[in-house]
């Protein structure tokens, strides 16, 4: 019994090992052609192919440069010793220049017109579209803005009127029953004013007697 529980494990053991090798293999074959170190190699080829094709397409430029400027120039010529033949290969020259400059004047100019022609059909375009062409923002710095901020702030606050932001106030307080001044004074206030009026008059009489004694006694004596 036990025999057979072993073989049967081995069994289902080696069948498990085959299916796994089995699924390993088709994983390999399915990579192809291209393994890393062929696309490593095929793509140092194609870098190599690009500067080659780079350096070629320089080398063309270079002569086709050298041509142009070997048909503009002609061949160097020994120059004669007469002024007179001097002044005229100047004079060829000149008028030359001045011809070469007279095209390039004319071929600005029509790139001008054509590029003002192109931004024209293009605005035309986005306006039939429905788009905007968002002009070009200019950059301010946040020290900037800050400054304007302020400065904006200080113009509004002077030319607020904070008197007038008051809340307005009443000035007559209405008072209880109970802390309202009587008009009439109570008694002992009217006694003192009483007493205060009789000492004065009493000491106005006196200064009156005393100031006629001293004139009497003035008179005895002269």
Known sequence: MDDEKIAEKER?????????????????????FMTPERKKRLRQLL?????????????????????????????SK??????????????????RIYKLNEDKWDLELITCLKEYEIADLQSRVNDMRGKFIIPPLKKVSKYQTQLEKMRQWTYKLAKMDMRGALKSVKKEIELDDKHKKTETKPVWAAETKAVKQTVETTEIDAGEIDAGEIDDYDDDEE
Do not use: F, M, W
């Open 78 to 95: 020994s120059l004669p010793d007469d002024v007179d033949q001097l002044q005229e290969i100047c004079k060829q020259y000149h008028n």
């Open 47 to 75: 870098r190599r192919k690009a500067a080659d094709e780079v350096k070629r397409q320089q080398e063309q430029k270079e002569k086709e440069r050298q041509r142009v400027i070997g048909e503009r120039t002609g061949e």
């Open 12 to 32: 289902k053991r080696r069948e498990i090992r085959e299916r796994l090798e089995a699924q390993l293999k088709s994983s390999q074959k399915k990579k192809g």
